[in-house]
């Protein structure tokens, strides 16, 4: 069963599709992911789950990740439904065994889910670069006469 959820994993960033909304709203990052559980209700949770940690691993450096793996696991991935805005069931299908499987478009919030991240002390990729955000430890400035701070 873990080989089939890491193929689930694998086979659903080959689905990515990447939404964001204009500067000042929220930003979303849709997804088409699989899951699979023994029930359709587990396999519906576990589908919001491979969501969460795809969009996860595009926003969050993969070496804090790993360090993290524990509390992530405890605070983020146990509730991942809290970090969709939506999770539409595109299909459907009982497979052998009696086993479920979904598949559906899932928008995660990513301001959200970045925040819980940075609050676990979980090292953030760039991700919209500014004037005001943050970059690699130092926040933009600006020199004599408004021009970028050259350093």
Known sequence: MLYAKQLTVG???AWTILAVAPAGAETIDRVVVSGTGLS???AIEYTA?????????????TASLNENR????NRILDQSAGYL???????EVLVADGVHEVTAEAAVDVGKLVT??????????LIHPGP?????GRRGTTGPEGSPDHH
């Open 116 to 125: 819980s991240l940075k609050n676990l002390h979980v090292a953030i990729k």
């Open 70 to 73: 524990e509390r992530i696991r």
């Open 85 to 91: 805005q939506s999770l539409k069931i595109i299909d």
């Open 11 to 13: 086979l659903s960033m």
């Open 132 to 136: 005001n955000q943050a970059i690699e």
């Open 40 to 42: 359709r209700e587990s």
């Open 49 to 61: 789950e491979v969501a969460v940690t795809l969009v996860m691993e595009r926003y969050a450096r």
